[in-house]
Structures are given as structure tokens and as C-alpha cells.
């Protein structure tokens, strides 16, 4: 039952924000980012509280409260993702955000030299801004971020997995060496296991050479 209540608050919170003109699109539908969230966040408060509360009163106030702290988490990342967009500009670097209200940045190929892990000093001024936007009013402990790393499937898994894991690695030290706390870090080698192209082209290959930053708002 109480899947099926968050369910339903969750569609109907994509409805009735598809109805607003925001400039956000999911799957080809228009959403309120921050109607999103706070829809969330209210089922949320609502599925943890129901094992504890006993009454409607105490559900409802529940609901209430993770409406409120989803529509702020919601609107904190509208901020940072509109900033990573204009300092991502000219970069080659990919700024979305993924249904579930987090934000995704894709690094491009160029990003590392063939089969290294070394960042190129060309890039590291991209990855300077990014660490500034996430960092700015003090408000970089209110992130979790995930960096993923992928690679074509040329090679076998014994050169591509560790190869993947250390471009992680080496996103994740960069970005704590300008000032992000390396414990709200975390850092993923996914090898050539997830690409987002074809691998039998020149041009897909080159897309599934690629670092992603996942950035989530939490308490």
C-alpha cells in the first residue's frame, strides 16, 4: 500500500506539473523541476513516517515536511544546474539533468589521453569552474556526487575496468583538491559495460569514452 501511495503522488505530481511552461523537458514532457521534488519529497515524508505514525494528522504532517524539504532540494539543484550550464558553455562538456532530479555532466573523450588516467591541462580549467559551482555559498556539503567512468569496448576487461576506475579516481581527487571534501566523493569504474553509442563506429566509440559527474542534494 504504501508503494502504491507514492506511485500515485508521483504521477500525479508529473501531471500537474506538465501543465506548467518551465523549459524542462523528461521524456518528451514538460515538468516543473521543483513541483517535481516537492512531490517527492512529500511522498517521501509520507512512506517513512507511516510505520511510525498513528494518525492521519501526524501522515499529513509528515507529507508536509518532505514537501517542503523536496521542493527546496529541488530548487537548490535548478540553481547549480543553470550555473553548470553557463560555465560549461564552449567546453564540450554535457549538462542534464536525470529523472530522478539529480544532475549529470559528461565529460568529453578528450578529457584523458588514449589509455591514460592523467587529466589533460587543457581540461582541467572545466573541472576548476565545476569544483567553484558546487563549492560557492558554502553549500558543497549538501552534496553526494557519484563520478562514473566508461570506456569503448576496445581492449579486453583486464586493460578497460582499471582504466575506467582511475579516470574516476582521478575526477574525484581533482575535484577534492579544489576544495570538495573527497568524503562526498564517491568514485565508479564501469569498464565498456554501459555504453551510450555504438561501438562499431569510429564516432560511438568516441561517446562511450567518457567520464559522467552525478550530483545529488542530500541533508
Given amino acids: 500500500m504504501r508503494a502504491l501511495v507514492i506511485s500515485t503522488l508521483v504521477g500525479a505530481g508529473l501531471v500537474l506539473s506538465g ?27 509520507y512512506g517513512i513516517s507511516k510505520g511510525n505514525a498513528n494518525t492521519s494528522k501526524q501522515n499529513n504532517r509528515a507529507a508536509a515536511i518532505g514537501a517542503a524539504l523536496g521542493a527546496g532540494a529541488g530548487l537548490y539543484l535548478d540553481n547549480k544546474e543553470k550555473k553548470l550550464r553557463q560555465q560549461m558553455a564552449g567546453t ?12 549529470n555532466m559528461v565529460m568529453p573523450s578528450v578529457t584523458f589521453a588514449s589509455n591514460s588516467a592523467m587529466i589533460q591541462p587543457q581540461f582541467q580549467a572545466a573541472l576548476n569552474d565545476v569544483a567553484r559551482v558546487l563549492r560557492e555559498d558554502g553549500t558543497a556539503n549538501q552534496l553526494a556526487i557519484v563520478v562514473h567512468g566508461h570506456t569503448d569496448n576496445t581492449g579486453s576487461d583486464a586493460i578497460n ?4 576506475q ?15 571534501a573527497s568524503s562526498r566523493i564517491t568514485a565508479r569504474g564501469y569498464g565498456s559495460t554501459s555504453p551510450v553509442a555504438d561501438n562499431s563506429t569510429a564516432a560511438g566509440r568516441e561517446q562511450n569514452r567518457r567520464v559522467e559527474i552525478t550530483v545529488y542534494a542530500v541533508k
Fill in 166 to 180: 582511475n579516470r574516476a579516481n582521478s575526477v574525484k581527487n581533482y575535484l577534492s583538491s579544489q576544495g570538495i
Fill in 19 to 45: 501543465c506548467q511552461t518551465t523549459g524542462n523537458n523528461m521524456g518528451g514532457i514538460e515538468y516543473d523541476k521543483a513541483a517535481l521534488g516537492t512531490i517527492i519529497g512529500a511522498a517521501a515524508g
Fill in 92 to 103: 564540450g562538456v554535457d549538462v542534464n539533468r536525470n529523472p530522478d532530479g539529480s544532475i
Fill in 161 to 164: 575496468n582499471p582504466l575506467s
